[in-house]
């Protein structure tokens, strides 16, 4: 380790998280984590390079803020938790992290085994015996991707390469390392460990066969469509989707995706809902990239004779037991790889598809707008006010639920790496979600747009408190209904005839006493504004910016339409 010798365990660990690459450590502090909070003081002064040490309040938003940051940087960032309470706290954010293939390393605390008197970091606490767990790491075993517990210092150095290279390598995933704290005062092992010899896979391309395949019947189709929620993640893959649309192949972006496929700019951007639909039916041949959920059975699926392409580094599925979309080409491959690699090959073959256009489907006149003058404000004009406001490098971070949809049909995003969101339905991720992704972009205005549900799921106060002790502000726009809609349509879609839709409400969906958020946002040193009246909201949410630019969090607490 160059001319430094650590003298513990927990040293040992700080300097391998450095050296391979990660660059900060998003800590929950319990009894257990002491040893690592003093060998952050003694490589302090020693001038030794460590992660930043981030505090946070609560564990959700640690691991969300990695998962961010993950998002925008491509590298892991590791969060520590206290024991099996620890990590029972990061709740959803597990969730979210397996079904976005988000690298982090979790490294959670254990027990110690040492009991006897005078033992370094042995129990000296009554909940040293409440917290040994049978099966400790039983607690997110299906999230993670991969799961260890360093028993030995002779074993951490491998231990922490596997952590990050499996975190980041392949399909991605949440590491998690467990070690005891008696384990972390032992002295380190005499084999420093390095970051070499812990290569990365390159993504995975397609077979030149299969590629051919693909291209050809891409250019003999007719109203070929490009299915993706994800591949826009990396700058290659948002190249590659734009040659596809470049070549006449139509993209559906789905809303899912909390990323920018495609410039919302382009002319084969199939941009709303419904056209998303007609497109999926009217598709002699779908191309379905990185896409979990491509169309929902229940209210669209292709033409029975329609070719369906799927690419994917899982095309089975396997985290997911019953996924039986059909499938007629099913390619094992990165999706921005393959799709580059069909792309080069249209071009080297000089072959285009076939587009003819699609068949019009007659719909009902819709009246020409005209602004509203009164009344509750609607989700749109919340989205119609941020497009206004918003310049096209901000970064928008999107947990709007019920509102994704407005969210997505009616905010430009011409950039690639310029909306973000968990890509999965653990809530409350779009607060420290968002801390993350500043955290990632200094300098830049992040904005995030969630529910006012998302937003107390977010444990509002400690991402508020986790953007201040990073340095990483951002406004949130609270798209408030008094209540969770997304709990109440499904009353009113399964029950249609029924008492509630006669009622015009559902039980346990409406906030009765809810918060005020713009005074949880001043407690938290941060600008906190509540807009009841539209004529003030594009005002509202320029403060909320230059609140922002000033350095400071900003909470712009919107209230909108119940329905």
């Known amino acids: 380790m160059d001319d430094f010798i650590p003298a513990t365990t927990a040293e040992h660990l700080l300097w391998l998280l450095a050296e391979h690459g990660v660059e900060h450590l998003f800590l929950n502090p319990g009894t257990d984590s002491a040893p690592l909070q003093e060998a952050i003081a003694t490589l302090g002064k020693a001038g030794v390079a460590v992660p ?11 691991l969300a803020a990695a998962h961010g940051y993950w998002q925008v ?27 976005d293939r988000a690298g982090v390393v979790v ?35 299906g999230y993670a991707k991969w799961v260890m517990e360093v028993t030995r210092p002779a074993m951490l150095a491998r231990a922490v390469g596997r952590a990050v290279q499996l975190a980041a390598g392949g399909l991605p995933g949440p590491a998690y390392l467990m070690i005891s704290r008696d384990v972390l005062m032992d002295p380190p092992a005499t084999e420093p460990g390095r970051r070499d010899r812990y290569a990365l896979p390159s993504p995975p391309a397609a077979d030149p066969g299969t590629v051919r395949r693909v291209a050809e019947a891409l250019a003999a189709a007719e109203r070929p469509l490009l299915v993706t929620a994800k591949t826009g993640r990396r700058a290659a893959g948002f190249h590659a989707v734009t040659r596809l649309a470049d070549a006449g192949v139509r993209v559906l972006d789905l809303a899912e995706s909390g990323c920018v ?26 191309l379905v990239v990185d896409a979990d959920v491509p169309w929902i059975p229940r209210f669209t699926s292709p033409a029975p004779g329609a070719t369906i392409v799927h690419v994917d580094p899982d095309p089975l599925k396997t985290d997911t037991p019953l996924w039986t979309f059909p ?23 000089g072959h285009v598809p076939a587009v003819r256009p699609a068949p019009a489907v007659p719909g009902p006149a819709a009246p020409p707008p005209t602004p509203p003058v009164a009344g509750p404000m609607s989700a749109a004009e919340v989205v119609a006010a941020l497009e206004e406001v918003l310049r096209p490098e901000d970064l928008v971070v999107e947990e709007a639920v019920t509102a994704s949809v407005a969210l997505h049909e009616g905010l430009s995003r011409t950039l690639h790496g310029t909306m973000f969101g968990a890509g999965a339905p653990g809530l ?7 801390v993350g992704v500043s955290l990632a972009s200094p300098g830049r205005r992040v904005v995030s747009v969630v529910g006012d549900g998302s937003f107390m799921f977010g444990v509002p106060t400690a991402a508020l408190c986790l953007a201040a002790e990073a340095g990483a502000p951002i406004m949130a726009v609270v798209l408030n ?32 006493a809810p918060p005020d958020f713009a005074a949880v ?18 005002a509202a949410l320029r403060r909320g910016l230059a609140a922002v630019e000033s350095g400071r969090s900003a909470v712009v607490d919107v209230h909108i339409a119940r329905d």
């Open 52 to 62: 930043r040490v981030i505090l946070c309040s609560f564990e959700s938003v640690a």
């Open 73 to 99: 940087t491509r590298r892991p960032q590791a969060v520590f938790v206290h024991v099996d309470v620890g990590t029972q706290n990061l709740g959803a954010m597990m969730h979210n992290a397996l079904r």
């Open 107 to 141: 490294i959670a605390g254990r027990t110690p085994y040492a009991e006897e008197p005078g033992a370094p970091g042995g129990r000296s606490n009554p909940i040293q015996w409440h917290q040994d767990v049978p099966d400790q790491a039983g607690v997110i075993r």
């Open 261 to 286: 496929n495609i410039s919302t700019a382009h002319p084969l951007n199939v941009l709303t809902a419904e056209e998303g639909r007609r497109a999926v039916e009217q598709a002699d041949l779908l």
């Open 327 to 349: 499938v007629d080409v099913a390619v094992t491959a990165d999706g921005a790889t393959a799709l580059a690699q069909i792309a080069d090959e249209l071009e080297r073959t």
């Open 428 to 434: 409350g991720w779009g607060l420290a979600g968002a």
């Open 481 to 512: 209904n008094d209540g969770y809609r997304a709990s109440r349509l499904p009353v009113f879609e399964l029950f249609p005839h029924g008492l509630s839709v006669a009622q015009g409400d559902a039980a346990g969906t409406r906030f009765a």
């Open 521 to 538: 946002a001043r407690a938290c040193h941060a600008h906190g504004e509540t807009v009841r009246d539209r004529a003030g909201l594009a």
